[in-house]
């Protein structure tokens, strides 16, 4: 009976393939060590240490994992929520009531709606 191990071990990659997996760890391993240095300067740290790698590869891989239209739920939410700040100022300058709760509706919407883009799956 043959050894599954190493018929598995033995699978030569294409040309391609071989690429592609060089192209995805270069990026994994960037996208790794500039959020472990982030967490390190976070906290103030002189070095950055196993904890900081072991906290951003759990981000990484996170990041990776999340679905397409939370991004995009994150960016119309962060758009609704400028937006109500600038119309909240304008409404309150003219004292128009309606635009007020308007503005405000608008502001929670984006609130939810970044909330909603920024839980983790």
């Known amino acids: 009976m ?10 030569t990659l294409h040309q391609d393939a071989r690429d592609r997996v060089f192209v995805l760890v270069d990026e994994f391993a960037a996208a790794l060590i500039t ?3 982030l967490l ?6 002189e070095l950055v240490l196993t904890k900081h790698v072991e906290q951003a590869t759990t981000m990484v891989f996170a990041r990776r994992q999340q679905p397409w239209w939370l991004g ?3 960016t119309l ?10 119309w909240f100022v304008s409404a309150l300058n003219e004292k128009n009531t ?3 709760a308007g503005s405000v509706a608008v ?13 983790r799956v």
């Open 2 to 11: 043959r050894n599954r191990e190493s018929d598995v071990a033995s699978k």
């Open 35 to 37: 959020q472990s240095k």
């Open 40 to 45: 390190a300067y976070l906290e103030k740290a």
């Open 72 to 74: 995009i739920t994150q």
């Open 77 to 86: 939410g962060g758009a609704l929520v400028g937006a109500f700040v600038a």
């Open 98 to 100: 309606a635009q007020i």
């Open 107 to 119: 502001g929670f919407v984006g609130v939810i709606l970044v909330f909603v883009g920024t839980r």
